[in-house]
């Protein structure tokens, strides 16, 4: 007989999360999924929202506690979910974020070339499985969307996952923008499934409403924040210039041998493949260390950028709806150049422009539908709803402008 377990998690978003099934205990106390205590959920926002230090682990496990709702809720409407099916979800919504790497999705694609923190995910849970003999089969199954009901995998990934429902209510939590707060309960109550497919009853339009405006004014004066957007544009350029340093032949050492090994040899998703124990003690520690030691490097670019960030005397950002004038940006260039003594194309790195946008309901991802009392099913972008017409359907783009502010020499 499987010993019982039962462990209480004090959270301060939700109240308390209960842990009472073996094989998730076994999850959240392997070494791989402990790395996520090291790794804050939203990089640098702390630098203009000082109370955003919350973690990785901090999210997955308000992410398990609303799974842990979710399904309680709708098994009690009748939806037929077995025990087995119920710890798969629990330990897929776990995991679903156990593969990012340092500072989150502010270094995806940078430090580890065209790799996505879903493909290492995978990864890692392939690894695990074997590891715990085959128990998280079912689990993988449901993340991958290859499993029997779709509606398991929609509770992980789609337009209203419980995924988004938590990193919304913890980051408006713990950056203290009050536009970010949703109706999360009700809309777990609103939960429903039909013919296979997670649904929302009529009776949740407006709350589903709300989730999609806080997520539309969440994305613009929290996650795209100009300070924000530069802070970690910042932090892609270090890594950038360091990599380029080092092709270079020039000596550029990682403060922490993890680190420095990725930095200098990590270049496709094979090669992640064969070093995921090494990939697991990676983590913003390292990274944090080693640009504080940066500062003091020799390359005028790498130093400089490096006490950017470490000082908190950021890039100078813009947004504004149309591209920059070429000839103010030539100028901005050039004036770097001779305050800092550089070459052009090593300024290139402490002035560049690029575009944000966001789209708040995308029709073509995992739609969101309403269930109506009729049967009849609809997706909500259909629904008689003026707001949701004009307004979230459409993506939102704005150019921005990231360039060093000379008056910052000292």
Request: proline share 3%; glycine share 4%; net charge neutral.
């Amino acid at each position: 007989m499987t010993n019982r377990i039962r462990k209480i998690i004090n959270d301060p978003v939700y109240g308390f999360i209960t842990i009472d099934d073996p094989l998730v205990f076994e999850v959240i106390s392997h070494p791989w999924y402990q790395r996520l205590r090291r790794i804050h959920q939203m990089a640098f926002a702390q630098l203009v929202y000082p109370g955003a230090v919350h973690t990785r682990l901090h999210h997955s496990l308000g992410a398990y506690h609303l799974m842990c709702n979710a399904l309680t809720e709708l098994k009690n409407k009748g939806v037929d979910i077995t025990p087995e099916e119920e710890t798969a979800a629990k330990i897929a919504i776990l995991l679903h974020d156990i593969g990012h790497g340092p500072f989150s999705h502010a270094l995806e694609n940078v430090l580890i070339n065209n790799t996505h923190h879903e493909t290492i995910s995978i990864l890692l849970m392939r690894v695990l499985n074997e590891q715990m003999k085959g128990q998280l089969h079912k689990a993988i199954d449901i993340f991958t969307n290859n499993y029997t009901k779709p509606f398991l995998h929609q509770l992980i990934s789609g337009q209203l996952d419980v995924d988004r429902m938590d990193y919304l209510t913890r980051d408006s939590f713990y950056t203290g923008v009050s536009e970010g707060v949703i109706g999360y309960d009700r809309i777990l109550k609103m939960l429903a499934v039909n013919n296979g497919d997670l649904m929302v009853e009529e009776k949740g339009i407006y709350s589903i409403e709300k989730f999609l405006v806080a997520r539309r004014l969440m994305y613009w004066q929290v996650y795209l924040h100009k300070t924000v957007l530069g802070a970690e544009k910042t932090l892609v350029k270090i890594v950038q210039r360091a990599k380029a340093l080092i092709g270079q032949g020039i000596t550029v050492n990682a403060a922490s041998a993890t680190f420095d090994f990725f930095l200098k040899n990590a270049t496709s998703t094979s090669f992640i493949e064969q070093h995921l124990s090494a990939f697991c003690l990676l983590d913003d520690f390292d990274v944090l260390a080693t640009i504080k030691n940066w500062v003091f490097h020799p390359d005028t670019v790498l130093s400089t950028l490096c006490r950017c960030l470490i000082e908190r005397r950021l890039l100078k950002v813009k947004l504004q709806a149309a591209p920059f004038d070429q000839d103010w940006i030539n100028s901005l260039r050039n004036n770097i150049c001779q305050q800092l003594s550089i070459g052009e194309a090593d300024c290139e790195y402490l002035i560049f422009t690029g575009e944000a946008e966001n789209t708040t309901y995308d029709p073509t991802e995992e739609r969101i539908q309403i269930l109506f009392k009729d049967g009849t099913v609809t997706d909500i972008s259909k629904v008689d709803n003026a707001l949701i017409h004009q307004a979230l359907a459409s993506p939102v783009k704005k150019y921005y402008i990231c360039y060093y502010n000379c008056k910052q020499l000292y």
